[in-house]
Nanobody
Framework: QVQLQESGGGLVQPGESLRLSCTASGRDISFLAMSWFRQAPGKERELVATITWSGGRDFYVDLVKGRFTISRDKDQNTLYLQMNNLKPEGTAVYYC????????????????????????WGQGAQVTVSS
């Protein structure tokens, strides 16, 4: 059984950087590819980036191209996601996942990444006056 554990999440300001790590442990660690997914509040989980475990070939969704970099250290069984110039829409729980074939076999618990909004306005408070 293989376990994946993410780390490195946190709270940042827009434009700042974070690096997520995902360490694989267990027996027979041998993947075809590993990926980072994210799920924002109220939204479906989406793929962010993928890397082939052997050759290191990477793939990114358009929203993060040029800002995020996926990499892996095969000796340490660790996957990384360097996230630069983070934007408020990057706020999400980030998951690492691994697959040996078409389907993903393993995923981690997730790491929360929060990018503070630069908007000066808060959520507001509803006031209702009834007669």
């Amino acid at each position: 059984q293989v376990q994946l554990q993410e780390s490195g999440g946190g709270l940042v300001q827009p434009g700042e950087s974070l690096r997520l790590s995902c360490t694989a442990s267990g027996r027979d660690i041998s993947f075809l590819a590993m990926s980072w997914f994210r799920q924002a509040p109220g939204k479906e989980r989406e793929l962010v980036a993928t890397i082939t475990w052997s050759g290191g070939r990477d793939f990114y969704v358009d929203l993060v191209k040029g800002r995020f970099t996926i990499s892996r250290d095969k000796d340490q069984n660790t996957l990384y996601l360097q996230m630069n110039n983070l934007k408020p829409e990057g706020t999400a729980v980030y998951y690492c996942a691994a697959r040996s074939g078409v389907e993903y076999d393993y995923c981690g618990q997730g790491a929360q990444v929060t990018v503070a909004s630069s908007e000066p306005w808060g959520q507001g408070a509803q006031v209702t006056v009834s007669s």
